[in-house]
């Protein structure tokens, strides 16, 4: 007999593989756990993690958005109608009607990139779930929401 015959014979005889495996599965078994409890416990988003769409507001309370509809013009889908009015008084646009559709979006972050005045971003928000069709509609008001009032307009309730 040579002598890969024999190591072959004692593999087989006293079952290394399934010893190697067994190993493998008790090194995992007494290892720590990484299970978090979601609902009370999440984990951090990376930094470039992609959520859902909001417009922003600049620290006086004032939109950010000036309605140059570059954001329509850049968007593949044509996820987007915007209406602007000009302030008299400021001697700007602002928006009048700002409508997305989720349902159409494809988060390629092009609104995003070409906005003049960053009034357009991702948000951290990652729970967008609804089993109705119309509360992918978001409106003007609508894309300032956040958190519970966010999750409110998915879950069909009236809007905030």
Known sequence: MSATAVKTFLKKFFLLDILLGLMVTLKHYFSP??????????????????????????DTGEPLCIACKLCRRACPTDCFDIEGERDPAKRRLFPVKFDWKLDRCTFCGLCVEICPTAAIRFSDEFRMTSSRR????FHLADMYARGEDLQRIFGGESRP
Do not use: A, C, M, N
């Not at 756990?33 to 600049?58: A, C, N």
């Not at 119309?134 to 509609?137: G, K, P, R, T």
């Open 134 to 137: 119309d509360v992918l509609l």
């Open 33 to 58: 756990k990484v299970t978090i409890q979601y609902p009370e416990v999440s984990r951090p988003l990376p930094e470039r993690f992609k959520g859902i769409l909001r417009l922003y507001r600049d």
